[in-house]
């Protein structure tokens, strides 16, 4: 059982820089996708960046250039760097880890693949609240 906790949250004005923790109960990143999400009220649950075993990493458009995902693998720790945010940045952000591949009608697919399907990952954090004032 994989248990992840986020940490980092907090409140900052527009422009501002915040850096998200997730910390791991064991070493997942060599066998897992590990991925942020965010949530905020009202809408889906999106996926905004992933790392692979391979170190691979890519993001969604609305955060790419300012957001940076990265992983201390000797701490069993995920990071985001999020820089130069703005209230639309306002959510519920979660660390998550998804099995390398998935089985969907017959097929297999990669999970580390944008957009992320938060269908597939199957270990999550409580979440850590992200606030930006304009």
């Known amino acids: 059982q994989v248990h992840l906790v986020e940490s980092g949250g907090g409140s900052t004005k527009s422009g501002g820089s915040l850096l998200l923790t997730c910390e791991s109960s064991?070493?997942?990143?060599?066998?897992?996708?590990m991925a942020w999400f965010r949530q905020a009220p009202g809408k889906e649950r999106e996926g905004i960046a992933f790392?692979?075993?391979?170190?691979?990493?890519d993001y969604a458009d609305d955060v790419k250039g300012r957001f940076t995902i990265s992983q201390d693998n000797t701490k069993n720790t995920l990071f985001l760097q999020m820089n130069n945010l703005n209230s639309e940045d306002t959510a519920m952000y979660y660390c998550?880890?998804?099995?390398?591949?998935?089985?969907?009608?017959?097929?297999?697919?990669?999970?580390?693949?944008?957009?992320?399907?938060?269908?597939?990952?199957?270990?999550w954090g409580p979440g850590t609240q992200v606030t930006v004032s304009p």
């Open positions: 998550a880890a998804g099995s390398r591949r998935y089985s969907s009608g017959g097929r297999l697919y990669t999970t580390c693949n944008l957009p992320l399907d938060a269908e597939v990952f199957s270990f």
């Open positions: 064991e070493y997942t990143y060599r066998r897992h996708c």
């Open positions: 790392i692979d075993r391979e170190g691979e990493v």
